[in-house]
């Protein structure tokens, strides 16, 4: 008679454990980590960290491939592979699709100008006389930071710091605390009002230090064993890119062409591996200025190191260049974790992926038999502007302030032509598209009212370009070149933006508090990261995110949902 009222509150008990749902949540909570720390490499492709391999240190990459959740498959699922694009997918977990960043410029038809991803009119730059004003307005949705912040009621602090505005801009989102990037005019790093009407203090008086002026009149030379270089191509080839001031060959005298720092040293501190040296320092200045890390409201650091994307424009993925920024970059990453240690222990999370891979130079593939080619944009517009007038009349057919876009493989028809003539516009964008095709190197293109009317080609390139196509920011015909061939004005040095693999697979490494060490060949893309992070902080996931939780990463498994307490469900 008495057992039963037990099983009875025994089963109560279950069900609903007096207390225990706070102190689950409590716990889960306790155990997140402190900080995240977010560092991207500007191109960088996955294949680096399986190349240079022998030549890391113990304590920089291969630390993360040995105690870290290693995504060896992870690639992007959408086209342009370019900078903006890939730094708003990995802090959204969205495509351009969804997060509106379809490439690092495009046309804007309500102003008939070339935007460029961050640039905003209304906002002033902080902290330089002048300077393209930018702001985060174009991005759509949040990022992990903006959910971080209101997770929290604002006491978590979100810092992005990069060369480039766009990267820190689109890295932090539209709640950071602060973006910053670098000046070249001025040598500082500055903000936008946006964020604040003056630098944070450890801001100014890092710029008080003259951060790049002790490097004006280094020699950048090669650091490591002539094995590692064995690995690339010659140091003197016509077709790279000679250093503004400092040559196509090491060592690499670094002046600018001055005879003291000015701008044009500036710009060409950004292409050397000094320029990481002085973020990395940047970014410990962000962890003391900002006490990040050292409450219970977790706080993100997102770093981008420009240098390795420019670099590798100029040299290529197979130059010395590469190969020895490649390897320094192992030290930068050795030196922040040493860094991170001594001053977290194991209450930090660390990830580490690219925004996109990048082609070998042209001329190199095509020595090597692969279809390495230049396309001319040139030779581009006036196939689609012939083929154009000769079967609809007399243009101009391409929108002529968007000419430029060309070279992404944008083609922004002249609506006004189209409507005078009160054409069909999706016959125009065929007859542009079959024009374009004409031109030897370009494979394939894709039409507006194709990719409206959401038709998903069956193949990865058809997808990767709807995944990229926003319906008012996207072009309206979209060329697509054969591998080892791109559009470019250039003649010489390499880009990326392809949906082809040297350009979309990319590294993706967790490593820290309550990440699983492992390598996963699971099928992985950078949109994956933000959910995953989300989930490592228990908070919300970004509002356009699509990417899954790489469940495969966490350890142990996230705890279930506290079940809601007895009285907060009967008092609904
Ligand atoms: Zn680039």
């Given at each position: ?5 037990r099983?009875?509150?025994a ?9 225990a749902?706070i ?7 306790e ?5 995240v720390?977010?560092?991207?490499i ?5 294949e ?7 030549f890391?240190?113990?304590?920089g990459?291969r ?5 870290g ?5 992870c690639?992007?699922?959408q086209?342009?592979?370019?900078t ?15 997060h ?13 100008e ?5 640039s905003?009119?209304?906002?002033r ?5 002048s ?22 009621n ?8 990069s060369?480039?505005?766009?990267s820190a ?5 539209k709640?950071?605390?602060?973006a ?7 040598g500082s790093?500055?903000t ?12 100014a008086r890092?710029n008080a230090t003259r951060?790049?002026d002790?490097?004006f ?19 003197d ?11 196509r060959?090491f ?6 062409g ?14 050397t591996?000094f ?6 320092e940047?970014?410990?200045?962000a962890?003391e200025g900002?006490q ?11 770093i981008?190191?420009?240098?390795n ?5 100029f040299?290529g ?5 590469v190969?020895?920024l ?13 860094y991170?240690?001594?001053?977290f ?5 660390f990830a ?6 990048v082609?070998?130079i042209?001329?190199?593939a ?8 230049r ?5 581009v ?5 012939e083929?154009?007038?000769a ?6 057919w ?10 992404n493989?944008?083609v ?5 032509t189209i409507?005078r003539?009160?054409?069909d516009?999706?016959?125009?964008e065929r007859?542009?598209?079959e024009a374009?095709l004409?031109?030897?190197?370009l494979?394939r293109y ?5 990719l409206l ?13 709807a995944r ?10 979209i060329?697509?070149p ?11 040095g ?15 490494i967790?490593?820290?508090?309550g990440?699983?060490?492992g ?36 350890s142990?498994?996230?705890p ?5 307490q007895?009285?907060?469900?009967s008092s609904?």
């Amino acid at each position: 008679m008495r057992s039963l009222p037990r099983c009875i509150l025994a089963l109560v008990v279950l069900l609903f454990p007096v207390g225990a749902p706070i102190s689950m949540q409590r716990r889960a909570l306790e155990d997140r980590p402190r900080l995240v720390v977010l560092l991207v490499i500007d191109q960088f492709r996955q294949e680096y960290l399986l190349r240079f391999h022998p030549f890391f240190n113990d304590r920089g990459f291969r630390r993360l491939l040995t105690s870290g959740a290693v995504f060896s498959q992870c690639h992007y699922e959408q086209a342009p592979t370019v900078t903006a694009p890939g730094h708003a997918t990995l802090s959204t977990g969205a495509t351009p699709s969804a997060h509106g960043i379809i490439a690092n410029e495009w046309y804007d038809r309500e102003t008939g100008e070339i935007v460029t991803s961050v640039s905003d009119l209304s906002q002033r730059v902080v902290g330089a006389a002048s300077g393209r004003a930018s702001s985060p307005h174009r991005l759509i949705g949040t990022t992990l930071g903006d959910e971080l912040r209101l997770s929290t009621n604002f006491r978590s602090k979100v810092i992005a710091l990069s060369y480039k505005d766009r990267s820190a801009i689109l890295l932090g989102g539209k709640l950071a605390n602060v973006a910053l990037w670098f000046d070249e005019s001025s040598g500082s790093f500055i903000t936008s009002d946006y964020y604040a009407d003056t630098l944070p203090e450890w801001v100014a008086r890092f710029n008080a230090t003259r951060p790049a002026d002790r490097y004006f009149g280094a020699r950048w030379e090669k650091a490591f064993a002539k094995e590692a270089y064995a690995l690339a191509a010659s140091d003197d080839r016509l077709e790279e890119t000679p250093l503004p001031g400092g040559g196509r060959t090491f060592p690499h005298h670094l002046t600018g062409g001055l005879a003291q720092p000015g701008p044009a040293f500036y710009t060409a501190f950004t292409f050397t591996p000094f320029a990481n040296e002085v973020l990395l320092e940047l970014a410990k200045r962000a962890i003391e200025g900002e006490q990040l890390g050292r409450d219970e409201s977790p706080d993100l650091l997102a770093i981008s190191l420009s240098t390795n994307d420019l670099a590798g424009h100029f040299f290529g993925p197979y130059s010395q260049e590469v190969t020895d920024l490649t390897l320094r970059t192992d030290q930068i990453v050795a030196s922040l974790l040493a860094y991170l240690d001594s001053r977290f222990g194991s209450t930090y999370v660390f990830a580490l992926t690219a925004d996109h891979g990048v082609a070998p130079i042209p001329e190199e593939a095509a020595r090597a038999k692969l279809s390495g080619r230049r396309i001319s944009p040139a030779a581009v517009r006036q196939a689609i502007e012939e083929a154009l007038s000769a079967r609809f009349g007399e243009g101009p057919w391409i929108e002529p302030k968007a000419l430029p876009l060309l070279s992404n493989g944008f083609v922004y028809l002249n609506r006004e032509t189209i409507g005078r003539k009160q054409l069909d516009p999706a016959d125009v964008e065929r007859a542009a598209g079959e024009a374009a095709l004409r031109v030897p190197g370009l494979a394939r293109y894709y039409t507006r009212t194709h990719l409206l009317a959401g038709h998903l080609e069956g193949d990865l390139v058809g997808r990767r370009v709807a995944r990229g196509f926003h319906p008012t920011r996207s072009p309206d015909v979209i060329l697509i070149p054969e591998p080892f061939a791109f559009i470019s004005g250039g003649q010489t040095g390499t880009t990326h933006g392809s949906p082809y693999s040297y350009d979309a697979h990319v590294p993706l490494i967790l490593f820290g508090h309550g990440i699983a060490p492992g390598i996963f060949p699971s099928a992985c893309t950078p949109a994956d990261l933000a959910p995953t992070l989300a989930a490592v902080l228990r908070i919300e996931s970004p509002a356009n995110a699509t990417g899954r939780v790489l469940q495969e990463a966490l350890s142990p498994p996230s705890p279930a949902l506290p079940i809601p307490q007895r009285s907060a469900m009967s008092s609904r």
